[in-house]
């Protein structure tokens, strides 16, 4: 019979740590303490129950939907295999009954009568939501150092720090979700080894290096449209370029990369990109400068060109980590186009890179993306559109295949009227 333990929540105060959360409970009579950690703003769980290699799979996942957290004690690939066998048993699919074929009746209807623009995407991502929130009960505590005391632990010492920020001499213990660890070891290689932009050169020089919370380029399709559209001739005698929202700062790397341009100004709001960024400049070497700065979406003065990869869906996100892929209300988008006009240069342009996933999904339709362009004071000068290439569109399972499937990303040249 597993042991519970109550567990205390307590807010830190700002200036200490942003976001931080103390958890308190007791184990075998001893009083424990760490900080809650969790990207996507979970919040801890009320109890924990001590787990480890003898709990059965069945009884983890009882609990864990229960919302109860299960602090892994035991050794650590077992806890990996134990979220695997609690995905399993999400994942599967539900037997044939009374109340399965009343469900299938019910999707019948509502194919036949229609059903709201975008509920797919929504009912989607409720499931997404409550899979990672079971998956998520699965414990790991951390010493000060960062450091997981459990048989055959990885050393993510550097991982987390990365992550979380290095830790100091007045450092607490951590409690997080292994999926969260995992995350976090994977973030660090991807970091470590980079992404290939064949649009920045040849191997080995051509490494784009993303850090933990910054969207990573693996979809070259956006990055090949800024290498390869065609650039307006500039009137003055110097030709700039602005990205705004840079991220891990690879299209301003290849906006230097072109002969005609003299300057890129790169700007972001997150502290994490405009790190990732400046490391991914440096690392670069490139010919023309690029100055990476902090600013909500334009820096002062003119430009030729203003390249913007605004978040493709227009939905809350989930975490800090979702703020790249989800843009509430449009709010990007439409700043990137409200403030356009009064930062291009004479003949300057705009590049808008936009997905129409949106669009497929019913979330956004064309004629409300050309209705705030037009809203804007901007006209179309023309679109270049490519067809993205990546797993997902080819995952025939994938509850949003059909959408994906008929995904095409565009490059839009916009003016000012």
């Known amino acids: 019979m597993p042991t519970f333990f109550s567990v205390t929540s ?11 959360t103390l958890i308190e409970w007791k184990e075998a009579g001893v009083a424990h303490s760490a900080l809650w950690r969790s990207e996507r ?26 919302g109860t957290g299960l602090l892994w004690r035991g050794d650590f690939q077992n806890a990996r295999q134990m979220v695997q066998a609690l995905a399993r048993r999400i994942d599967k699919p539900p037997k044939a009954s009374k109340l399965a074929r009343v469900a299938l009746k019910k999707a019948d209807a509502a ?8 509920q797919d995407f929504h009912l989607h991502r409720q499931s997404q939501s409550q899979r990672a929130r079971v998956l998520g009960m699965v414990l790991i505590e951390f010493g000060a150092d960062y450091g997981v005391d459990l048989r055959r632990a990885p050393d993510a010492k550097q991982a987390c720090a990365e992550a979380w920020g290095a830790s100091g001499e007045e450092a607490l213990p951590s409690v997080a979700s292994l999926r969260e660890l995992m995350g976090v070891i994977s973030a660090h290689e991807w970091r470590k080894k980079g992404v290939e932009i064949a649009a920045l050169g040849k191997a080995p020089n051509n490494r784009i290096h993303p850090h933990y919370g910054v969207f990573s380029p693996v979809r070259g399709e956006y990055v090949d449209l800024v290498a390869n559209a065609p650039l307006p001739a500039s009137p003055g005698s110097k030709f700039v370029a602005f990205d705004i929202g840079t991220g891990t700062g690879v299209l301003s790397a290849v906006l230097a990369l072109r002969p005609e341009v003299d300057q890129v100004v790169a700007t972001d709001l997150d502290p994490r990109a405009l790190e990732c960024a400046r490391e991914n400049i440096y690392r670069l070497r490139l010919p023309n400068p690029v100055k990476v700065m902090e600013a909500d979406l334009y820096p002062e003065g003119l430009a030729s060109v203003i390249v913007c990869n605004p978040p493709w869906l227009p939905a809350r996100p989930g975490s800090p980590l979702e703020g790249a892929v989800y843009d509430e209300g449009s709010r990007m988008l439409l700043g990137f186009l ?11 342009e705009g590049w808008l890179i936009l997905s129409n996933f949106a669009e497929q999904l019913g979330l956004r339709t064309r004629a409300e993306l050309l209705a705030a362009i037009k809203a804007s004071g901007l006209k179309v000068l023309g679109r270049i559109d490519a067809k993205p290439e990546h797993p997902k569109a080819a995952d025939t399972s994938n509850p949003l295949h059909k959408a994906r499937a008929a995904e095409v990303t565009s490059l839009w040249r916009l003016g000012a009227v």
């Open 10 to 20: 307590t807010a830190l105060p700002e200036s200490a740590a942003p976001a931080l």
């Open 41 to 66: 703003g979970a919040p801890p769980p009320r109890r924990i129950v001590e787990a480890d290699d003898t709990m059965a799979a069945d009884t983890a996942y009882r609990l864990a939907c229960e």
């Open 338 to 348: 409200k403030g356009l006009p009064a930062h291009l240069a004479p003949g300057g």
């Open 111 to 118: 194919a036949v009568s229609g059903v709201p623009p975008g």
